[in-house]
């Protein structure tokens, strides 16, 4: 699987400089990223707040441990 060029968190940066008054074109331009990523990201982690991913992140460990437990799985 292919690594992620940016974490969530410095995703949650870019957006937030489209709301600090920067322009669409010039964030685009700045971290080379494309149109569709751009609106992609605002679709995905727009509305969340900062500690979000972070909360995300303990839930997905949670679930891990959680299935190892009860079904021997190895996530």
Same mark, same amino acid.
């Given at each position: 699987?292919?690594?992620?060029?940016?974490?969530? +968190?410095?995703?949650?940066?870019?957006? %937030?400089?489209?709301?600090? *008054?920067?322009?669409?074109?010039?964030?685009? =331009?700045?971290? !080379?990223?494309? +149109?569709?990523?751009?609106?992609?990201? %605002?679709?995905?982690?727009? *509305?969340?707040?900062?500690?979000?991913?972070? =909360?995300?992140? !303990?839930?997905?460990?949670?679930?891990?441990?959680?299935? %190892?437990?009860?079904?021997?799985?190895?996530?």
């Amino acid at each position: 699987m292919k690594k992620a060029r940016f974490t969530e +968190s410095q995703i949650m940066g870019i957006l %937030k400089e489209a709301g600090a *008054g920067v322009t669409v074109n010039e964030i685009w =331009r700045k971290h !080379g990223i494309s +149109s569709a990523t751009y609106y992609k990201w %605002k679709a995905k982690y727009g *509305g969340l707040e900062a500690s979000a991913p972070a =909360r995300r992140a !303990g839930r997905r460990a949670n679930r891990a441990e959680t299935m %190892k437990i009860s079904f021997g799985f190895r996530v």
